[in-house]
């Protein structure tokens, strides 16, 4: 072109350009029971089961109910022991995820789990962006079995498929005190956590509002629809009740002491006052053992007062005696619904427990973003976690625990991280370790699989743009180049290890180098990539030496 005249000129060149983004590294699906607001503001206890995307927890209670309150009740079983049900920990799980660092992440419905099982891989691949899967409910050991299988097809199993650059988090458990740990189609893309985390958070918002089932059975025989504030209104109608039937026993203990002056009965003084003190109890209190002894009190009254010593007094015994029997009939039926209020009360003011696994997909997404994907999500202290308790599928049982060196060495036989506590430091991830056997030591950490799967996935994306390109020299230089650039960055971040460039990765592609006459043929352009990823330092030994010499 002749260039005559000032001006923007703009030449098309036809040449391949190549250049490789950094995409998101830890954008998590959270699987479990989540209940859809429709827009007339109703719920959908059915949604369908497709994933859809969370960019914030504003974002999330705009689309799902914030809490399990539409599902969760409390119900009595075959032996009138207290049970929740509708326990769903799907909204409570992505808000542990976002207050731990998370991001932008997935929520897919399996509320009809036995029907949606089957539907999570199809949902799930439909969305590539997603990197970390994640199973949020606490569920049976086949169940949570179940899903783990299922999740596993999408990690990066030859067979499965799946995407290389997808990876699991689960949770182990204990089954009758022992540790038990999911099985793994992949054990190189997955990572085990322990214990489950106490939280703050509640199931429901409003406890007053919670569903009671059940309550027709003895001893409570309550009939119709209950929640804690209409047993707590039950509960207040029978104590008024009982008071006024208490007024009753004093009002008539006061008539026989009346009458019983007039028969010029005598009663000692302390003997009144200690009735009096214990009719008082009975207002004030619900205890047993108020009633006996104004029963008790009675039986003495009525050994001194007879027809033949006090003629006036002796007829005021009977409306005593029936009041006292009437303060104790209805003691005994409110007692064990004034206990069963406290006891819901209690058990609907449980904090949920959750899994560490969704926990630790929001400190994946923090430390990526902080540090990078190289750094091991490791030694970072977890928020909202009041506690950690162990959760024991056989005996259905939730406990405290406290995990110290010698169950830590538990764990990583059975290749699973721990959550610690320390004083002072809080809630710690004290372990960054894939699911992989012992000796095999390439895939041992969590940062080197996902470092590996991360520059897996750039580079796939970026050299689909090489697609239907002359499988030529020019080609070959281009894609060296981009991915040469890429992975340089990633050495100068501190990705990669070794002094030099050339120590720390190299890019081979060409005729001769990866490619016979063959492949160039067939249409196959084999790209060969070295990384040396650098590995946590897991193990820090202080050599201590005492210089006997030293003055």
């Avoid at 006052?273 to 619900?286: C, P, Q, R």
């Avoid at 976690?385 to 049982?397: E, F, I, K, P």
Wanted: net charge neutral.
């Amino acid at each position: 072109m002749n260039y005559q005249t000032p001006g923007v000129y703009v030449e098309e060149s036809n040449a391949l350009s190549l250049g490789i983004q950094s995409g998101q590294t830890a954008v998590p699906v959270f699987v479990g029971h989540f209940d859809a607001i429709k827009k007339d503001g109703t719920l959908d206890k059915q949604p369908p089961v497709q994933c859809v995307r969370i960019d914030s927890w504003l974002s999330f209670t705009q689309q799902f109910a914030s809490d399990s309150s539409a599902t969760f009740s409390i119900g009595l079983d075959g032996n009138n022991n207290v049970v929740t049900h509708g326990t769903n920990l799907g909204a409570a799980s992505v808000r542990m995820f976002i207050e731990n660092g998370g991001g932008m992440c997935y929520v897919l419905p399996v509320n009809n789990f036995k029907k949606a099982i089957s539907q999570i891989v199809p949902a799930i691949d439909l969305c590539p962006d997603i990197t970390l899967l994640c199973w949020c409910e606490h569920r049976s050991e086949s169940d949570d079995q179940s899903v783990v299988t299922e999740l596993g097809k999408l990690t990066g199993s030859e067979k499965s498929g799946g995407m290389q650059s997808r990876f699991l988090l689960i949770d182990a458990a204990l089954i009758n005190s022992m540790i038990a740990v999911p099985i793994v189609t992949d054990p190189h893309h997955a990572a085990a956590y322990f214990p489950a985390l106490r939280t703050a958070y509640r199931h429901t918002a409003d406890i007053e509002a919670v569903p009671l089932k059940g309550l027709n059975n003895a001893p409570y025989n309550l009939t119709g629809e209950f929640n804690i504030k209409k047993l707590r209104d039950k509960c207040d109608e029978n104590l008024k009740k009982l008071s006024a039937a208490g007024e009753l026993v004093k009002k008539s203990a006061m008539i026989v002491k009346a009458a019983a002056e007039v028969d010029k009965i005598t009663v000692s003084t302390t003997s009144w006052e200690k009735v009096f003190t214990l009719l008082h109890a009975i207002n004030d209190s619900m205890d047993k053992s108020n009633s006996d002894a104004a029963e008790k009190d009675y039986k003495a009254l009525a050994s001194i007062i007879t027809i033949a010593s006090a003629p006036k007094a002796f007829p005021t015994l009977v409306d005593f005696k029936s009041n006292i029997e009437n303060y104790k009939t209805l003691y005994e039926a409110s007692l064990p619904v004034q206990k069963l209020l406290k006891t819901v009360i209690k058990v609907a003011s449980e904090p949920v427990v959750l899994r560490a696994s969704v926990a630790m997909a929001g400190v994946y997404a923090r430390t990526d973003r902080e540090r990078g994907v190289w750094k091991a999500p490791a030694n970072v202290e977890l928020s909202s976690v009041a506690g950690l308790v162990a959760v024991d599928l056989g005996a259905n049982t939730v406990s405290d625990i406290r995990i110290d060196d010698a169950f830590n060495n538990t764990l990583v036989e059975n290749k699973v991280n721990a959550i610690r506590a320390f004083s002072g430091r809080g809630h710690l991830v004290w372990g960054a370790r894939t699911m992989a056997g012992p000796s095999e030591t390439a895939w041992r950490y969590v940062s080197v699989r996902r470092l590996f799967s991360t520059v897996e996935r750039d580079v796939q994306d970026a050299l689909r743009v090489a697609m239907f390109e002359p499988n030529s020299q020019p080609t070959w230089m281009s894609v060296r180049s981009a991915i040469s650039h890429y992975l340089h960055r990633l050495w100068q971040d501190g990705a990669l290890a070794g002094a030099t460039p050339a120590e720390a990765y190299f890019v081979r592609v060409g005729l001769h180098e990866t490619m016979t006459e063959e492949d160039v043929n067939n249409g196959r352009m084999l790209v060969s990539i070295g990384l040396a990823a650098v590995r946590p330092a897991e193990f820090i030994v202080l050599q201590l030496t005492q210089d006997m010499g030293a003055t």
